[in-house]
């Protein structure tokens, strides 16, 4: 299982968000309507970022959401928002354009995932294509490296 996981349907571009807690309830929507998880899981991805930080932005312009797999998880999945104003993380301006949403059911079937993602958004090149696509098909061909 790789990036093709990441389908329009689970695309979304806005403008901008009020804060990062949005930021990540609006980017799992796609997965939590076609029932990859329970609302609990979304809770539990903002709780991870109250209790630990901003952990989850992983470069510059780049977080990815995730909690810890349990109950509330149904499938893997894996959900985008891009903003084109970046919301802030921290204090400390740990700031992010492109927000995904991974779901895991357990701990290791989602890391082949996480390898392609980390593979494709470590060129910076793609990554700033990415920044200034405006649709959910942009993006996705931008992935599919069309």
Partial sequence: ???????????????KVENWREAIRVAARPLQEQDY???DYIDEMV????????????????????ARPNDNVKK????????????????????????????A?????????LRHLATTLGDQETVSVLLKAQTPVEIINIFKGE
């Fill in 1 to 15: 299982m790789t990036l093709e996981i990441l389908s329009t349907d689970k695309v979304q571009v806005l403008d």
């Fill in 37 to 39: 998880f329970k609302q």
């Fill in 47 to 66: 709780h991870s970022v109250e209790k630990l930080g901003p952990y989850i932005v992983i470069a510059p312009e780049i977080a990815i959401a995730h």
């Fill in 76 to 103: 893997i999945g894996l959900s985008l928002l891009k903003l084109n104003q970046h919301i802030n993380f921290s204090e400390e301006g740990h700031y992010a354009s492109l927000i995904f949403v991974l779901s």
């Fill in 105 to 113: 059911v357990d701990n290791e079937g989602h890391l082949e995932i």
